[in-house]
């Protein structure tokens, strides 16, 4: 079964600062999906972005990218930037064969 | 229409009722979830249909009874329920596997205590 790892339980970033999260996860497949969701109080669960295994090239949306390492089954997220909009649970995921599993999560606070 | 409707947004019931969870999409979305939600804890995986059909089940007790009525509607029965029960019923769509990159859409979920 797969597992995914964020190490971070909480982080805090000033306004307009850069921020790291950090995600590891295990598998034995080649074929999958990679995802950040985040989860602000409201509760909605948000798409922040996605990676295909498959594609070499780290994904980009807008301020948010993803630092994307295979082989160290790593895939951190940057946030730059960072709005006081941007604190919520921030939830790595990955996703083989209809299967969506989540990390513990991180909680992000941004610091006016 | 690009959202997942989840109704009701909350629910109290008590150990002896039966109740059910709906949730709506109208995207085309083929596969549909139910995931269960804890206090500062991450969305757990309950149940997945593809196509109408169960897919998968994570061995969840029998008191939870899903149904997928057609392409566009997910239910999730409650009978007989307990206390420890209580969580966020976290509703999701997206795409079957055959389909392409599978990008879940989320509802805003169904709170449900449970007395």
């Known amino acids: 079964a797969q597992t995914v790892t964020q190490s971070q339980p909480e982080m805090s970033v000033q306004e307009a600062e850069t921020v790291t999260l950090s995600c590891t996860y295990d598998?034995?497949?080649?074929?999958?999906?990679l995802f950040w969701y985040k989860q602000p109080p409201s509760r909605q669960m948000i798409l922040v972005i996605r990676?295909?295994?498959?594609?070499?090239q780290n994904a980009t949306e807008n301020r948010f990218s993803v630092n994307f390492q295979k082989a160290a089954k790593s895939f951190s997220l940057k946030i730059s930037d960072s709005q006081l909009g941007d604190t919520a649970m921030y939830f790595c995921?990955?996703?083989?064969?209809?299967?969506?599993?989540f990390g513990a999560g991180t909680r992000l606070t941004v610091k006016p | 229409d690009t959202e997942v409707t989840q109704t009701p947004k909350h629910l109290v019931m008590g150990m002896t009722n039966k109740k059910s969870l709906k949730c709506e999409q109208h995207?085309?979305?083929?596969?549909m979830y139910w995931y269960k939600q804890k206090a500062k804890k991450p969305p757990e995986l309950m149940f997945v249909?593809?196509?109408?059909?169960?897919?998968i089940n994570e061995s969840v007790p029998s008191r939870f009874s899903p149904e997928c009525p057609n392409s566009s509607l997910l239910n999730l029965h409650l009978h007989a329920l307990q206390p420890e029960d209580s969580a966020l019923y976290l509703c999701?769509?997206?795409?079957?596997?055959?389909?392409?990159?599978?990008?879940?859409?989320f509802g805003a979920g169904s709170r449900l205590t449970v007395l």
């Open positions: 995921a990955f996703m083989n064969h209809n299967d969506m599993r």
């Open positions: 598998t034995s497949e080649s074929n999958y999906y």
């Open positions: 990676q295909e295994a498959y594609k070499q």
């Open positions: 999701a769509s997206g795409l079957a596997e055959s389909s392409g990159a599978n990008v879940l859409t």
């Open positions: 249909y593809s196509y109408e059909k169960l897919s």
């Open positions: 995207m085309g979305h083929r596969a």
